[in-house]
């Protein structure tokens, strides 16, 4: 199966879920447009909080459909836009990419992984029991985040559902992603 993109969404309010949409549009060096996390600099409250005048390292969170299943297997209704993600896709394993790897989305949008989602406890105030189905452990005690990846525009573009999805891998050595 190649990469593709198969929704994309946007809100322009901090809302914990976005609208699906037709189209988004990426913009170089802030995110997508019209989006509440779009900017240079931190847009996540608890990030601003902390330090507004750090680089906006999560301007676009992509989710694989894959993990949809898994959480449907676990009793969980999630749908693309649900989880707060810009991208959502299918046929590429985000979370085995290395950090630095580029992802061209459709003709022109070129963004690049950043690190891991972190998702906090608002998600089960979404559905109760669903922070435990995205963050576990591993058999060594070694946290599992499974919410997908966060990412920086490097070029322009505007992303549709059916867009397909190029993998650039970063040169070696490679770096696992860390939370962003």
Known sequence: MLPTVT?????????????????????????????????ETVRHRSRVARDPSAPNLRQVHLI?????????????????????????????E???LPTGTQLLLGADALIEITGLRNPCRQIDA???????????RDAAGELIRLAGVMAVVLADGVVRPGDPIEVRLPAEPHHRLIPV
């Open 126 to 136: 979404f559905q109760p029991g669903l922070l435990k189905e995205v963050v576990s």
């Open 94 to 96: 985000l979370l085995d």
């Open 7 to 39: 929704a994309i969404s946007s809100s322009a309010t901090h809302d914990f879920s976005k609208t699906v949409r037709a189209a988004i549009t990426l913009r170089t060096g802030t995110g997508v447009e019209g989006d509440a996390h779009r900017g």
């Open 64 to 92: 694989h459909s894959e993990l949809f299943t898994r959480l449907a297997a676990a009793g969980h209704q999630v749908r693309p836009g649900d989880l707060g993600e810009n991208v959502t896709t299918r046929g590429v």
